[in-house]
């Protein structure tokens, strides 16, 4: 029988690696958060797994909210137009917030959620992701957290997906080519 496993070309971070990344961003975040509380937005449906683990690792309170935006379909690139399905459940007027995503591609979502959320008055707004893939970049931002820096593969697993699957593959590895040319 065919599994996930099959699709993927190579492992790029375990298990392990991703929770020493996740740990790193927590460290500077409670080092830079300390006193204050935080709004923490996590970007459905991909940033979820490593939000899950990204707040247990922080020690200062934590707001909950979601929003999703989507600008790709069923492709591996991104169509440009930035959609919010989802907004969030409350007002952030004065809040310290920061937006939680698995990846900076284009930097398409992430520039388009930071001047929506500033034009909502937050006290501040800072830009976490786990994965930054600076070659793809077509718009620019400053992400403060970052876990690691990607190359220009497609990659799958811990909440990233191809036409809604592999998301819950518990690392992240690079999509065979071939399961996304064919
Ligand atoms: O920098 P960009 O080129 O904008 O790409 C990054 C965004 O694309 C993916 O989300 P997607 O819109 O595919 O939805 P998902 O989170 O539900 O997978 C990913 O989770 C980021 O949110
Ligand atoms: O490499 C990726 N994988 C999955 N989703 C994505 N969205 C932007 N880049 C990626
Ligand atoms: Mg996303």
Redesign the pocket.
Known sequence: MKTMKDDIQSVLYTEEQLREGVKRIADEINRDYAGKEIYAIGILK?AIIFYADLVREINVPVSFDFMAASS?GKG?T?SGAVKILKDLDFSIEGKHVIIIE??V??GLTLSYLLKNMESRHPASVKLCAL?N?PE?REVDVKVDYVGFE?PN????GYG???DSKYRNLPYIGI?KPEVYTK
């Open positions: 991909g790709y591996s991104s698995d990846i591609d284009s994965l893939k793809r990607v593969e497609f990659l799958v990233l997906d191809y999509l």
